[in-house]
């Protein structure tokens, strides 16, 4: 366990920590130790604690301010991290964004409650040593890090600056915690008082990493684990700001275990393997990379996706029309791409067959077929390195075509807060 000795307010400036990503190729140079930590030898080992996909800007199930963007504002973001560390650092992202992004002042802090943080654990971040930066469009960056001690399970409050007018702001939907908006400069607030206005989305915000502490053995073995995958990875219908996701199951089922180790949800509702949407994110394949292999001390990722694939095309929602009817076929290649990326990147990779979806939306004839055909092949090809059988343990016994009972959310397609722990102890432990 970490200690929680706390630090004075400096925050470490390391000059060339920039890392701006402008497309996919990388700009920056990698982190070196100055002040604050003298002696200090190597650049910080970094674990990936917190992760978020970014997405277009789009409309969404509920109110967002992504398609209006911001102007002189301040946003206040509340995370829960998965691994501890003495240093802290954040990842922005203006992957969909048209115009350069402009961070006019940026802090990190240990949450208090809602919009407030814990006196004493402001910490100003800084980028390349300056306490400004602008992002590229379709860039991204991290901070330099910052001496702030959090433990996991912690929540961590993220706050920006935003001065100038951004246009429309790269997001992530469904967060299903609560975010916080505030007219002019208040990143240094203890208090919440200024943050009237709030959110279920995350903005500009892709990770949280740690370093110091247990994470720099974490990151030296690439102990992580990512999960990827649809709305079920995102949490949707789990409890707001209660971190109920089966990604939060898991990281506190690894604890309770002995063996903690990061957990990583990377999930986008409405995702799909093998088409874009401007609702729902990019194909698998295209962020596979950004979104999951590439997070820093990921050894491991767990795949569960394609309900949308195959049931979307039976829904009569407008959200993703028109919908190709999707074969078994296609969608075990599209996982085949999949595995290949990830092994090429020397990750371990785990399947999983898709949850039960009668009498849901995305039900049909061919959803059904296709559903049973996709998962016999999870079960027995050995095309991944191991498989967490959901399918069997969230059915219903009584009809296993249907979520059981009471693991569903309602819709027969999501689980509950029940239902994602349910998942949680599905795996094997061992197999990741």
């Known amino acids: 366990m970490i200690s929680r000795a706390r630090k004075t307010l400096a925050v470490t400036a390391t000059a060339a920590a920039l890392a701006v990503t402008a497309g996919l190729a990388v700009t920056g140079a990698q982190a070196v130790p100055s002040g604050g930590h003298e002696g200090r030898k190597e650049a910080a080992a970094w674990t990936a604690a917190w992760a978020s996909a970014p997405q277009r800007p789009s409309t969404g199930f509920k109110p967002n301010w992504s398609e209006a963007g911001f102007d002189g504002q301040t946003l206040r973001q509340v995370v ?40 004493g654990s402001v910490r100003r971040l800084t980028f390349g040593g300056k306490p400004s930066v ?171 996706e394609g309900l949308n694939d195959i049931g979307f095309s039976e829904t009569d929602k407008p959200t993703y029309k028109p ?25 371990k990779v785990v399947g999983a067959t898709l949850l039960p979806l009668g009498g849901s939306d995305h039900y049909g004839e061919h959803a059904a077929a296709v559903s049973d055909a996709f998962n016999t092949w999870v079960r027995t090809s050995g095309a991944y390195d191991a498989y967490v059988d959901f399918d069997k343990a969230l059915a219903d016994p009584a009809d296993p075509e249907r979520l059981a009972p009471a693991y569903d959310s309602g819709d027969h397609l999501h689980p509950n807060d029940a239902g994602y722990r349910a998942m949680a102890r599905a795996v094997d432990l061992k197999s990741l």
Do not use: C
């Open 80 to 119: 829960r991290v998965t691994e501890g560390g003495d240093r802290a650092r954040i990842r922005l992202s203006n992957a969909y964004g048209t115009s350069p992004l402009r961070i006019a002042a940026a802090t990190v802090a240990r949450t208090k409650k809602g919009a407030s943080v814990e006196k």
């Open 323 to 347: 919908a190709p009817v999707v074969s078994a076929r296609e969608l075990i290649n599209g996982h085949k791409k999949l595995i290949r990326e990830a092994r090429a990147k020397g990750l």
């Open 134 to 304: 602008t992002i590229p469009a379709r860039g991204q960056l991290s901070s330099d890090e910052a001496d702030l001690e959090l433990e996991p399970f912690e929540s961590v409050t993220v706050t920006l600056h935003l001065a100038g007018t951004t246009g429309p702001a790269t997001f992530h939907a469904q967060s299903f915690a609560t975010s916080y908006r505030a007219e002019g400069d208040h990143t240094a607030d203890t208090g919440a008082r200024a943050f009237g206005e709030s959110t279920e989305s995350w903005y500009y915000l892709s990770g949280v990493d740690v370093s110091g502490g247990g994470s720099g053995k974490r990151a030296a073995e690439r102990d992580g684990v990512v999960l990827f995958g649809d709305s079920i990875t995102d949490g949707f219908a789990s409890s707001t700001d209660l971190n109920r996701r089966w990604s939060d199951a898991l990281a506190e089922r690894l604890a309770k275990s002995g063996a903690p180790r990061p957990v990583l949800n990377a999930g986008i509702g409405g995702n799909m393997v093998l088409n874009d949407s401007a609702w729902y994110g990019e194909k698998s394949a295209n962020r596979f990379s950004r979104d999951a292999l590439d997070l820093p001390g990921v050894g491991t990722v767990v795949v569960l």
